[in-house]
């Protein structure tokens, strides 16, 4: 997705969440999480070894993903018939909306545009107010055929 705020400042506030929780900021770690930050929407292990050039194993991506997940500087996201996507957390990538292809599976990130977003917050509320909650966020889940697949 559109990086903001910036991944040099999103990595500095990564490893000062890993500091927070004890965790050492290796290569690797750094690497997958630069990778998260380059991938456009969350992405399956697979296809994050692909975006490293498979320079780490698949094992180790599952190991190194934990940690960034207990970190709390990455999320584990759409799970869908057994696999799981992950991307970085959304206070280091900034607010964002999920466009998921029914076809190919994919899911593409796509920024929330402040004047849209606040419309959507306001619809959101009052949906929710209706049921007598409270809303503190929300995530949207576009769901429909990518162009990918639309061209194919
Ligand atoms: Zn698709
Ligand atoms: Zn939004």
């Known amino acids: 997705m559109s990086i903001d705020p910036a991944p040099?400042?999103?990595?500095?506030?990564?490893?000062?969440?890993?500091?927070?929780?004890g965790v050492?900021?290796?290569?690797?770690?750094?690497?997958v999480l630069g990778a998260l930050f380059r991938a456009g929407g969350p992405v399956t292990v697979d296809e994050l070894a692909t975006l490293l050039d498979s320079e780490i194993p698949v094992s180790s991506l599952y190991r190194t993903l934990g940690v960034l997940v207990d970190a709390g500087v990455a999320v584990r996201v759409h799970e869908r018939g057994g696999v799981a996507r992950f991307e970085a957390?959304?206070?280091?990538?900034?607010?964002?909306?999920?466009?998921?292809?029914?076809?190919?599976?994919?899911?593409?990130?796509?920024?929330?545009?402040?004047?849209?977003?606040?419309?959507?917050?306001?619809?959101?509320?009052?949906?929710?107010?209706?049921?007598g909650f409270a809303v503190t966020g929300h995530h949207v889940d576009i769901e429909g055929v990518c162009s990918s697949c639309r061209a194919a």
């Open 8 to 21: 040099e400042e999103a990595l500095t506030i990564a490893a000062e969440r890993f500091d927070a929780a």
């Open 24 to 31: 050492r900021m290796t290569r690797g770690r750094r690497a």
């Open 89 to 131: 957390a959304e206070d280091l990538a900034g607010h964002h909306h999920h466009l998921v292809c029914r076809v190919c599976g994919r899911v593409l990130d796509i920024p929330a545009v402040p004047d849209e977003d606040a419309e959507l917050q306001r619809i959101v509320s009052a949906a929710a107010r209706r049921a």
